[in-house]
């Protein structure tokens, strides 16, 4: 294992950031999110793109700062090359190539998908690295999956949603309920104080491990329309219990499928990934199966859910020691396969 000093920079959607590793261990894992997307309900590519390039210089100072490294002391530049929005990935991309050239340091191209799942590997997102082969929920804005890892760069998609991912509902869903974007955060604090059983909305039927979150979405917005038209005021005066049974819904829809997965192919080795796994249900139901079905359970650190660059700076540690770098000529790419 290399003591290698390695600067990430994620910039694949609303979060500009910039973190060093030092051998598995992060120094620092600055983020600047973009406040602006708000207004508009969801994240415009545009104003991310630009906001992004307002953002990457000084979050890259602040995390040299942070880790009080000088930039002339980094081994390698990793970036995440995809998959996400192609104006964002741009300046992340165009960036940690100009850096590269002037500091005479290797690029390392990392995928999005794959640092989420290898996020576990951080030194302090775990009390122990899970053991391969393991299973990975990953569940995202952007994406809902269970993946197969046999080891860090031998993944298999067993699962996938064919419509929307599970974060994607969770915001749609708040939007119905007049909720700010991102509403899965909000969703989850509010569910707090809520019933999970007050309402019961429609459950997918699909094959294998495959997902769908497009119709629970659909049996919300009847349901309220239904509901406001006989008292203004529903979604008001019942906002913690749906926003409880709302997430229960949907944490159940995700974990019956993972189980189904963990059954089947007779895995113990079970973890989530991506922003999503920072739901407080969801991690309570990995830790009532870690109890009922003698799973081995690895929830990463609230830090290493959502977007950040620290797994990125992981990934470019990991293909460090392999030696594999990428041509300053690469260019980013908006479909990134795992
Ligand atoms: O991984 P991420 O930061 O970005 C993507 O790659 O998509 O995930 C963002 C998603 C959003 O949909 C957000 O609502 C959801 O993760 N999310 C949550 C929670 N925290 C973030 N969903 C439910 N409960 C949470 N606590
Ligand atoms: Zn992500």
């Known amino acids: 294992m290399s003591d290698s000093i390695i600067l990430g920079i994620e910039s694949s959607c609303d979060d500009t950031s910039a973190a060093i590793i030092k051998g598995n261990s992060i120094l620092s894992n600055i983020a600047a999110s973009q406040a602006i997307h708000k207004e508009y309900g969801g994240v415009v590519p545009e104003l991310a793109s630009r906001a992004h390039q307002q953002n990457i210089i000084p979050v890259v100072e602040k995390s040299f700062t942070k880790a009080n490294i000088q930039q002339n002391a980094i081994s390698a530049i990793g970036f995440t090359r995809g998959p996400g929005l192609l104006g964002s990935l741009l300046v992340g991309t165009s960036f940690a190539k100009s850096l590269a050239m002037s500091l005479n340091v290797p690029l390392i191209e990392v995928n999005h998908l794959q640092a989420h799942i290898l996020a576990h590997f951080i030194e302090d997102a775990n009390p122990m690295p899970p053991a391969f082969p393991f299973l990975c929920l990953t569940v995202s804005g952007g994406h809902t999956m269970i993946v197969l890892v046999k080891d860090y760069f031998e993944m298999e998609i067993i699962g996938k949603t064919i419509d929307d991912a599970a974060g994607e ?68 005066e019942n906002l913690n219990d749906l926003c409880a049974s709302v997430q229960r819904s949907i944490i159940e829809i995700l974990m019956n499928k993972l189980e189904k997965a963990a059954k089947d192919l007779n895995i113990k080795e079970v973890a989530i990934a991506g922003g999503v796994s920072a739901n407080s249900a969801l991690r309570k139901a990995m830790e009532d199966n870690k109890d009922r079905l003698g799973w081995n359970i690895y929830i990463p650190k609230f830090e290493y859910t959502t977007d950040n660059a620290a797994m990125i700076a992981m990934v470019a540690k990991l293909k460090f020691d392999k030696g594999e770098f990428t041509d300053l000529r690469t260019s980013a790419t908006a479909k990134y396969d795992l």
């Not at 007050?198 to 309220?224: C, D, H, M, Q, R």
């Open 169 to 236: 509902a969770f915001d749609k869903i708040g939007k119905i309920f007049d909720l700010d974007y991102p509403a899965g955060p909000i969703i989850d604090r509010l569910a707090k104080e809520g019933d999970p059983h007050a309402f019961t909305f429609n459950k997918p039927k699909l094959e294998e491990y495959n997902y769908s979150f497009s119709g629970i979405k659909t049996s919300v917005l009847y349901f309220i329309q239904k509901e406001v038209r006989k008292n203004p005021d529903f979604i008001k």
